[in-house]
């Protein structure tokens, strides 16, 4: 029997954590459409009680923040460590990051009070949560930020990398970005386009992106671009298995250039309909992109 068969006879188990304002409420609520059995804000220490039995059919998702009661960093490593021990267990952790200036807004938008600075202000119950958190951060299977992530892409996010599905269908998403903005956090794979010609120098191409057939056909011109296509193919055709074989459930790709617009983003989408023809499950996202969008939306 393989580690894919014996993952039959487990329990998954995917625990949720992150700052107060990062999304762990949304993420609850995705797992649970998703058909998760929802557990949020249940004490430590009755934990492995709970799952002291026999697997349902069910995945279960946990919800942990610093509201919990019993809650410490190490009781929660421990208890990670705990559970992580049992060979009917299948335990993953998610943590939900988010820059300070972002759960800053998010609190001022909604007027919550912090949990940890009930009376004071916003920024000292995010400063101290922040670094109270950052033991979990250091150690979390999955590191999703969702600075940048509406509810509904989060939502997205999590469908595509903790689908309830039993046995080895690997989801790859294919990832464009900035390398002006750093590498996003989670990346399994990181390729850089810089190499190829850039559209950003040509003033009728500047303003559009990598999905416009005039900016297509600018890097398509580029006879760099065909052999490292086909190179970056045959690895990633040669790697997916051996991820999939392993038990990974969810690969996170990184295709990044200056600016995260041309050419990130018709290699992202390229490479992702390269591989879906090969018949891997593959969804793509444009961070830079994206950035852009939610900017226009809040002017």
Partial sequence: MDNRENSFLQQRVVIVMGPSGAGRST???????????????????????LLNGAPIKRPIALGIDTRNRDFSPDAVLGLIQQLSGHEHLNVETVYLDCQPDILLHRFSETRRRHPLSPTGSPEQGISKECALLKPLRACADI??????????????????????????????????????????????????????????WD??????????????????????LAPFQEKLLDMLTFLLPGYEKEGKAHLLIGIGCTGGQHRSVFITENIAKLLAGAGWQVSTRHRELLRREHKGESQ
């Fill in 27 to 49: 993420a609850i609520s995705a797992l649970e459409d998703a058909g998760y059995e929802v557990i949020d804000n249940m004490p430590l220490s009755l934990i492995p009680r």
């Fill in 143 to 200: 590191l999703l930020d969702t600075t940048a992530l509406s509810p509904h892409d989060l939502r997205d996010e999590l469908r595509e990398r903790l689908h309830p599905k039993t046995g080895g269908n690997l989801a790859v998403t294919v990832q464009s970005f900035s390398y002006k903005r750093g590498m996003p956090r989670g990346l399994d794979l990181a390729f850089d386009v810089r190499f190829l010609r850039n559209p950003h």
């Fill in 203 to 224: 003033k009728g191409l500047r303003d559009l992106n990598g999905m416009d057939m005039l900016v297509s056909d600018y890097i398509g011109a580029d006879l760099q």
